[in-house]
């Protein structure tokens, strides 16, 4: 039935008499979808002008493209380049409707959710929060270094590296020197090893032309890993190439290590080293982000949702779950599906697929995840690439790697930019976008000096 008042929406913005958050009329059923990420997207464009009415609420109001997220730490590229706004994205979806809120508690037993704006009401809930840094309980860590999830922890990096380097040009005290000439990035796979790769090509062309009292070997970059290998996740092949890479970069690769304390300076490991840094960069592990409301007993390992093969979350009829925040569990993927952005896009275009499905009474499909592969870079010209049996490294697929993110960034105009400013680069090994703008910020609090 067609209604002409508002179901969920205030009469007055003004003077809003109630906690709803405003909503345009609907005769359809509502999904509210929280998080405008991967996933969420994907399932917001398949419902385009579909029969229902779909609500997206993210805390940014843009969605970012987390695989570049190094190059805008690292001066490479501009954050406006790899984000993209939502409402933008959606200008055309007229039963999609954006709202900029921060969800805090979900209450199943109203179909209500709680956000710092006010609250609003579902027929379905998809959750694709995705995930936030995991310091795995290392306080001192997490009170001092700087995680890699999102723009704001990338521009936070870009400002830590410039203001640390300016800071080293000033002070003659050879410690503090070498303390803030020191990087320590922690965690070997796809993010710390891009990371480092950057990281060691601004050392390399950079710091020469733009700190000649310095000599290149002044900047030590350190990539800690846990295990006896980095970049596990791929083949032995694309393993190894890497870390050949990254000895050829100067990066220090140091294996079976961990951090186990860091007080702003000095960086300590299990086995009891001592590194002084005073940059310290976390990307060791992610955990789910998760609103509060969900029956602890389907929250598993990694802080992730717990869901069938067909997305929905155990316990709930009308819940659902997908991407990083979710885990699919079957005999066939006991422990979910990678965390990366496949799976999730992937999920969310079957998600939308089968609410398609519902509505017009056809049989729901089982989620199956195809593996297209796998690709990392650790700088210009150098990547590893793992598609089904066909490994392969250095300049082909680093090619294929620059065409696969290029072509998956939101957005025409900020592909444009992307590849604008690779071409630059390429020709020129520079890296131009080296301003202080601000001071860097550790765990919310300003930078020292
Ligand atoms: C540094 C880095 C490098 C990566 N490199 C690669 C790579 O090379 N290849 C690859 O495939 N994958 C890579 N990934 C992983 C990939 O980015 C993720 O797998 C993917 O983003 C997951 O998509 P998602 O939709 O589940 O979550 P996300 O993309 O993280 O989106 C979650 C959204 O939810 C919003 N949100 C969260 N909580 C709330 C809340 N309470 N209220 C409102 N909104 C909320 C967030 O603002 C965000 O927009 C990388 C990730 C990182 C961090």
Redesign the pocket.
């Known amino acids: 039935m067609q209604t002409n008042k508002p179901s969920n929406c205030c009469t007055n913005i003004t003077g809003c008499e109630t906690d709803l958050i405003c909503l345009p009329p609907s005769k359809f059923k509502r999904i509210v979808v929280?998080?405008?990420?991967?996933?969420?997207l994907a399932f917001a464009k398949k419902l385009k002008n579909k029969n229902f009415q779909v609500i997206l609420?993210?805390?940014?109001n843009f969605?970012?493209f987390?695989?570049l997220?190094?190059q805008v730490a690292t001066s490479g590229l501009e954050p406006d380049s790899i984000a993209f706004p939502l409402r933008k994205q959606l200008s055309n979806y007229k039963n999609v409707t954006f709202r900029l809120?921060?969800?805090?508690k979900i209450e199943t037993s109203t179909n209500t959710v709680y956000?710092d704006k006010g609250l609003l009401t579902y027929d379905f809930l998809v959750i694709?929060?995705?995930?936030a840094t995991n310091f795995f309980g290392l306080k001192s860590v997490e009170e001092n270094s700087l995680g890699?999830?999102?723009i704001r922890d990338s521009l936070n990096i870009r400002h830590m590296m410039l203001q640390n380097l300016e800071q080293a040009a000033i002070t003659c005290n050879t410690n503090e020197r070498d303390a803030l000439t020191n990087f320590v990035i922690v965690g070997g796979g796809?993010?710390g090893i891009?990371m480092a790769g950057a990281l060691a090509e601004f050392c390399k062309y950079i710091l020469p032309k733009d700190y000649p009292e310095y000599p290149s070997s002044i900047m030590k970059i350190y990539l800690v890993e846990a295990s006896q290998k980095i970049l596990s996740v791929m083949s032995e092949n694309a393993s190894s190439k890497v870390t050949q890479y990254l000895k050829d970069l100067n990066v220090e690769v140091l294996l079976n290590e961990a951090v186990v304390d860091y007080d702003g300076k000095v960086v300590k490991t299990k086995s009891g080293k001592e590194i002084y840094a005073r940059n310290l960069i976390w990307?060791a592990g992610?955990k789910g982000?998760l609103?509060e409301g969900l029956d602890s007993n389907f929250i598993i390992h990694g802080q992730r949702i717990k869901t069938n093969e067909y997305l929905k979350v155990e316990g709930y009829n009308n819940v659902f779950a997908?991407?990083?925040?979710a885990a699919s569990i079957s005999d066939k993927t006991p422990k979910g599906h990678p965390?990366?952005?496949?799976p999730?896009i992937q999920q969310?275009d079957y998600l939308a697929e089968n609410f398609l499905r519902t509505i017009q009474n056809k049989p729901l499909k089982p989620f199956i995840y195809k593996d297209k592969g796998s690709?990392?870079t650790v700088g210009k010209r150098k990547a590893v690439a793992d598609i089904g049996k066909i490994k392969f490294s250095g300049y082909a697929a680093w090619l294929v790697w620059s065409f696969v993110h290029l072509m998956s960034i939101s957005g025409f105009k900020n592909k444009l930019l992307v590849g604008l400013n690779w071409a630059i680069s390429y020709f020129s090994y520079d890296k131009s976008n080296r301003l202080i703008i601000r001071n860097f910020k550790v765990n919310n609090k300003e930078s020292h000096e």
């Not at 929280?34 to 969420?40: K, Q």
């Not at 609420?57 to 940014?60: C, F, P, V």
């Not at 997908?322 to 925040?325: A, E, F, R």
């Not at 965390?339 to 496949?342: E, G, K, R, T």
Request: no cysteine; net charge negative.
């Open positions: 929280i998080g405008g990420g991967f996933a969420g609420i993210d805390k940014n969605h970012q987390q695989p997220l190094y809120a921060e969800v805090l956000t694709a929060t995705g995930t890699l999830k999102d796809p993010a891009e990307a992610v982000q609103p997908m991407g990083d925040v965390q990366v952005a496949q999730a969310g690709l990392a």
